[in-house]
């Protein structure tokens, strides 16, 4: 029987980290040959990663890449494995995989299909490979052939597919079954998005299956260049089959997935369905040859518990953020994390991912390990427990007014004790009175909530930026900002107050299901090896009505009377800025969407209020600190929403929700005609 024993490595690599992306190749590889893995697929650029932006462009990038390449073909005796990294043919710059047996380089197989929608920017960096056509590249005198190649060992063949050639109609995988390939192997770089894993383990098993072969898929892990994160989604699947898949959100260097595929049972397969024999069947031919398994591959790949406990959401935003948080840190070199903790959802949210933080890393790779991966960090070394460990790294401050309440105080105390954070608590009144009192000396008059509401709510969070910054610099801490999805929308923040931080955790989820989050996280919790982690030390936070506190108490104030209810916010933003309708489109929307929870005129005010509020506050979102991408969009400018600083404001847009609305409603007035 022709059983062939194959491997997908996900890698925990960094952008232009030369040294440490090879340890990981090489470690990788070293354990894929002690377990006798013949054929090993490593993800997509991983000798630089995928992560480099403009220094793409770099001659010296291609250069240290080829010299990195060199050191990782002497480790690859009796294996074949494919390494990715970026190539300079004819001045050009191509997203390629090297394909390599036995210490000899085979060949180049270049990328046709560049991803450029979303997060994604590749065809800034990346030219297309033309489907079919060859070309050569000289290294140091010996030539290699490049570009959509197959390879033939003995009796098998294998084809790649990079990434998002696999994700389109017409792929390279097409092309492969008439030349008869076996394996087909799937480099990647593919962030983590939610319940995305759902559809790459379709799209593969489909492949397997349609084009009856092995199909090798493998993924990046981790946070690699600080707003993507990867969750190392890798498998092995065979005639429609998921044969193996990893553990997703490790915290080790790299995880390797295995398993034995039939190759004869599918030649039979594909000896079944009628095809034209290619024009051209050009192979790249090697004279390794591939020791055969004896023992068949008789289990199946089953979803991670987590995976299928009825609460997929939570589970991977607790699981994405908290290796986020650490891969930063860690990248970073900082010795901890510092939170300006309100007692609110959002500050509480941000304390409460950094302890998961801990206790997931401890349950991943184990205590020792974890700290090992922290050992640059003088005071953990000496660290014997996890609170200790949690004490060390994680800082939260609590600084109250006169219009903050103990309920919030309450809230915040209790949260940071029972994950065994640092609390601090100080009153900055006194920072308050001193700018109120300059200001108004130089302005000749009193300043009052009846005319100067803004101002007065802004300093009082401009104020305690400072000394969280300071807090954070003595300890060598990332100072993590607090804003919400939500907020990031319609810009609810003090610019260069409650803003202020070197990372926005939360930036990309919203409000609404935030609330619901903090919640499962105290009831429920992460699953974990039979048992749930919990911060129960939530339940205050899980009581209040999120609030500013920035106005005085007799007001009040509620985040939502400020400006809607989440829940609408949230339907208003999907509907004007992923899908990209107008003002009056999103109205009608609403209308049949809530006509029986909430007003015409509410529903008409919160519209109008929105699409003032994005446009006039795009400055902010620029000056945000970075956020995590975790959905299938974003409002991140850097990434997937471009919008003008300055615009038209939607004014004319508005004028005709307006003509549509009072129309409706017997205003009477006359339409615009066009």
């Not at 793409?56 to 010299?67: G, T």
């Not at 995305?196 to 072969?213: G, H, M, P, Y």
């Not at 300093?459 to 305690?464: D, E, H, L």
Request: net charge negative.
């Amino acid at each position: 029987m022709e059983l062939v024993k194959v491997g997908a490595a996900a890698l925990n690599q960094t952008p232009l980290d030369w040294i440490g992306n090879k340890n990981n190749i090489l470690d990788a590889i070293e354990r894929a040959k002690a377990q006798n893995i013949q054929v090993l697929c490593l993800p997509e650029l991983c000798i630089t990663s995928y992560g480099c932006e403009d220094a793409f462009y770099s001659p010296d990038v291609f250069k240290l890449s080829l010299e990195i390449l060199e050191d990782i073909v002497d480790q690859t005796s009796d294996i074949i494995t494919c390494v990715g990294l970026p190539i300079w043919v004819n001045n050009k710059i191509y997203n390629s995989s090297c394909v390599i047996a036995n210490r000899q380089i085979l060949g180049f197989v270049c990328k046709q299909h560049l991803p450029n929608y979303g997060v994604f920017y590749e065809d800034r960096w990346f030219h297309r490979w033309k489907a079919g056509q060859t070309s050569e590249i000289s290294i140091k005198g010996i030539k290699y052939p490049v570009g959509d190649l197959v390879f033939s060992f003995d009796n098998i063949r294998i084809g790649l597919e990079i990434c998002e050639d696999g994700w389109v109609a017409n792929r390279p995988a097409v092309r492969h079954f008439d030349k008869g390939v076996d394996i087909i192997l799937n480099p990647s770089a593919s962030p983590f998005g939610f319940h995305k894993f759902k559809i790459r383990e379709q799209l593969v098993t489909d492949a397997s299956r349609a084009f009856c072969c092995a199909y090798v898929y493998t993924n990046l892990l981790g946070n690699e260049a600080g707003r993507l994160i990867f969750d190392g989604d890798a498998m092995v699947c065979s005639g429609g089959d998921v044969l193996a898949s990893s553990q997703r959100f490790s915290y080790a260097d790299f995880t390797l997935t295995s398993a034995i595929v039939d190759i004869g049972k599918n030649k039979i397969e594909q000896a079944k369905i009628k095809s034209n024999l290619p024009t051209d069947l050009k192979l790249i031919q090697s004279n390794f040859e591939l020791t055969y398994s004896e023992i068949p591959n008789t289990t199946f790949a089953e979803m991670e518990a987590f995976e299928k406990g009825g609460s997929l959401k939570e589970e991977e935003f607790s699981r994405s953020v908290s290796l986020a948080l650490f891969d930063y840190l860690r990248k970073s070199r900082s010795f901890g994390f510092t939170i300006s903790l309100s007692g609110g959802a959002d500050s509480c949210a941000c304390t409460a991912l950094c302890g998961l933080m801990v206790r997931l890393g401890d349950e991943s790779i184990g205590f020792e390990a974890f700290k090992e991966k922290l050992s640059y960090i003088p005071e953990v070394k000496n660290t014997k427990t996890i609170e200790e460990l949690t004490k060390k790294l994680i800082l939260t401050i609590y600084q109250g007014t006169e219009n903050s309440s103990d309920d919030t105080l309450n809230s915040a105390k209790n949260l940071a004790e029972s994950i065994g954070a640092q609390f601090m608590k100080i009153n900055i009144n006194g920072l308050v009175d001193s700018y109120t009192h300059l200001i108004e000396d130089q302005i000749g008059r009193k300043l009052s909530w009846a005319t100067d509401d803004i101002p007065m709510q802004n300093i009082q969070a401009r104020v305690r930026a400072p000394g969280v910054w300071m807090l954070a610099n003595l300890h060598n801490h990332l100072l993590l900002a607090t804003s919400n999805r939500s907020e990031v929308a319609v810009g609810y923040c003090t610019m260069d107050g409650d803003t202020a931080g070197s990372i926005s955790p939360i930036a990309g989820i919203d409000k609404d299901w935030l609330r619901t989050w903090l919640i499962w996280l105290e009831k429920t919790g992460c699953e974990v090896k039979g048992k749930h982690i919990k911060i129960e030390g939530l339940k205050y936070v899980n009581d209040l009505q999120p609030t500013a506190e920035l106005r005085p108490k007799d007001n009040k104030q509620t985040d939502e009377k400020d400006l809607m209810p989440y829940k609408v916010l949230n339907h208003i933003e999907q509907l004007a800025i992923r899908d990209k309708k107008s003002p009056l489109e999103c109205f009608k929307n609403l209308e049949k969407f809530y006509e029986n929870q909430y007003s015409r005129e509410d529903l008409y005010n919160w519209t109008n209020r929105f699409f003032k509020l994005w446009s006039r506050n795009q400055w902010k979102r620029e000056r945000y600190a970075p956020g995590f991408h975790l959905d299938t969009h974003n409002l991140d400018p850097r990434s997937w929403t471009r919008f003008p600083i300055l615009s038209g404001g939607y004014v004319f847009e508005l004028e005709k929700l307006k003509e549509y609305y009072e129309g409706k409603s017997g205003g009477g007035k006359k339409r615009i005609g066009f």
